[in-house]
């Protein structure tokens, strides 16, 4: 009979800053330039090149251990982590180990369980790797080194986690975090967020951890869901089997939904850690500490409770804006402009999340003002376009960021003044042409008015006010 087992999952996220310069160097952090045009002797190991910390790392850092309720080392060091790959260029890395710059904190997840703490056991600051590039038209290997020297926090956590659902709330619990603090843009796509998984199985009720086995190329949620699943598997199919999991670092194939096995699994003692002697301790005053703290800037949950309270959204509303900080900020400037919350929530949340995913845009790209987005609502609200015409207006609004006035006049997309007298004459004469269906609604038939606004509608080409319409037409049918 097959025993019950539990997983028992810890998880190491790399966080790439959002700095303009590297860790140890003023070259750019800029994603996405040619290969090897942002370095310098420091990060391309140069010997004699010396580092000097970016204090703004040090500023991020502390900004997301104190989001993460962890303990502040006022006295943190560097330390170097030696190892040879193609993409690190001096032969180690620098990070730290012995004295990490946050530790002992925690965040609280939410999943179909309910609430649970999962324990952060440090945070510390290092460099990236730069990267390689493997060419399989030319069959060989290239090394681009504009990433080296980027910093990055590393985010360890306790193993407190016991399925990929509690994996990916904790995940999203980090990413919303990091953004709405500025500390990331958290993008997995272009690897500002990456984790790796350390699982291990043990019989269920057992209190002895499993050998563990840490898995790598991990760049979406839905593959580390997919990884820890198929992970779980392969172990407790060994166990079954009566064989022993070994404890090794293994590569994700996403496509094969696979994992297979790239080294053993190093331990701190593998890497011959040593103090780096070219960076000078790092002291952290408490007047520094506060002075962040009180900086800190309202995070997603008490946005999410705000917008329910100040602006009567419902939860599920909230939490949809509240997805991307860059969207919650368009949509409380539109509010507060408009004075039109709900409004301003509906465009949010229907149209340009739907013009969102149609473009294949991340919602951080979307690039409107909040001020022309006031004025579609406000212009709807004088009657001045109708639904229809607004939306082809927010359409180039997302995609141009017109102003929406000049936008309606311009394609004839205004609605004419009622007090011109094409409104009443359009109305005398579809009243005249339809007498059985005015004769039908004098004798009650109040079905019926709502066919008379369409026959007028059609008559202006949806050039017209409803509200306009309604309060001329009742007034012309009074028996």
Request: a negative charge; glycine letters at 6%; proline letters at 4%.
């Amino acid at each position: 009979m097959t025993r019950e087992y539990e997983t028992v999952i810890g998880l190491e996220v790399h966080v790439e800053l959002l700095t303009n310069t590297k860790i140890f160097c003023g070259c750019s952090t800029a994603f996405g330039a040619k290969p090897n045009t942002q370095t310098c002797p420091v990060c391309t190991g140069m010997p004699g090149a010396l580092p000097v910390l970016n204090r703004n790392v040090v500023e991020l850092a502390l900004r997301a251990g104190i989001a993460a309720n962890c303990q502040i080392n006022t006295l943190c060091k560097f330390d170097r982590k030696n190892y040879f790959y193609p993409d690190n260029p001096q032969n180690y890395q620098i990070s730290q180990l012995y004295l990490p710059i946050c530790h002992d904190g925690w965040v609280e997840i939410e999943t179909g369980s309910g609430t649970k703490k999962v324990r952060i056991h440090e945070m510390h600051m290092e460099e990236d790797a730069g990267k390689l590039i493997h060419d399989e038209w030319e069959d060989c290997t290239l090394v681009d080194y504009n990433r080296s020297g980027v910093p990055l926090i590393e985010i360890v956590s306790e193993p407190d986690m016991r399925s990929a659902e509690e994996v990916i709330a904790y995940l999203e619990k980090l990413r919303h975090m990091m953004q709405y603090l500025g500390v990331s843009d958290c993008k997995l796509q272009e690897g500002s967020m990456r984790a790796d998984v350390n699982l291990s199985v043990r019989p269920k009720g057992s209190d002895h951890f499993g050998t563990r086995t840490e898995m790598k190329n991990l760049n979406s949620f839905k593959a580390i869901a997919r990884a820890i699943e198929g992970e779980r598997q392969r172990q407790i199919e060994l166990l079954e089997e009566g064989k022993e999991v070994l404890q090794e670092t293994r590569r994700w194939d996403d496509n094969k939904e696979y994992s297979y096995a790239m080294r053993s699994k190093e331990d701190a003692k593998d890497y011959r850690y040593f103090p780096d002697p070219d960076l000078p301790p790092v002291y952290i005053s408490s007047q520094w500490i506060e002075k962040i703290r009180s900086e800190q800037p309202e995070l997603r949950e008490e946005k999410k409770k705000r917008y329910q309270e100040q602006y009567g959204l419902s939860e599920q509303d909230a939490s949809l804006i509240t997805e991307s900080r860059h969207l919650s900020d368009i949509f409380e400037e539109t509010a507060k402009l408009s004075n039109r919350p709900k409004k301003a929530a509906n465009w949010i949340i229907v149209d340009t999340l739907r013009l969102v995913k149609e473009n294949g845009m991340d919602a951080d790209d979307v690039n409107f003002s909040a001020k022309h987005l006031a004025d579609l609502i406000l212009l709807m609200e004088k009657g001045e376009v109708n639904n229809q015409g607004a939306r082809e207006v927010f359409e180039h609004i997302f995609a141009e960021d017109v102003d929406p006035l000049t936008y309606a006049k311009a394609k004839g997309l205004r609605i004419a003044p009622a007090d011109d007298g094409e409104l009443e004459s359009a109305i005398d004469q579809m009243l005249a042409a339809n007498q059985d269906s005015v004769e039908a609604y004098r004798n009650g038939k109040e079905k019926v008015f709502g066919f008379l606004v369409g026959q007028v509608m059609k008559e202006m080409k949806g050039k017209a006010n409803p509200q306009e319409v309604n309060r001329i037409l009742k007034e012309k049918l009074k028996p």
